[in-house]
């Protein structure tokens, strides 16, 4: 049985259970989504159970496959080959994740929160937009949890 601690960036469902754990009182307890993220939550469930996972742990190892992932709480609790039950609390949500992959966020060194419009035309120079809303949800769908 593998079991260590990692930090694992998952799909939304992961993101979203972690910003509503901030919000529970205790666990089993209700939790009120921001109507900001409600489009990103899938479930406010206490555990949330990733079944069948490949694991890449980021240390250079090679990946692991058939994994479970345990978060509860918001928090991973758990990885292993084994289901652990025990590890599970209130309201319990299993996932089977046969084929995908999680792995630790990716920290980006070089972003931008703007892209090029067309000139105005010849000799003008080029405008830059803002995508202060939506360029950092992409980076966030494409694995990075933090930025430089």
């Not at 992961?14 to 899938?42: H, M, R, Y």
């Not at 758990?78 to 299993?94: A, W």
Request: proline share 9%.
């Amino acid at each position: 049985m593998m079991q260590r601690p990692l930090a694992i960036a998952v799909m939304s469902v992961v993101w979203g259970a972690a910003a509503l754990a901030q919000n529970a009182s205790a666990p089993g307890t209700p939790t009120k989504v921001p109507k900001e993220i409600a489009p990103f939550v899938k479930t406010t469930a206490d555990t949330i159970v990733l079944e069948h996972v490949r694991v890449i742990d980021g240390t250079g190892a090679p990946a692991v496959d058939d994994q479970y992932v345990y978060i509860i709480g918001g928090k991973i609790g758990f990885v292993g080959m084994e289901p652990k039950d025990e590890f599970t609390f209130g309201k319990t949500i299993r996932l089977d994740m046969t084929g995908k992959t999680v792995f630790p966020g990716l920290v980006g060194m070089h972003e931008h929160l703007f892209y090029p419009l067309p000139d105005g035309g010849p000799g003008l120079l080029p405008l830059y937009g803002e995508m202060a809303d939506s360029a950092p949800r992409l980076y966030l769908a494409g694995g990075v949890t933090a930025a430089r």
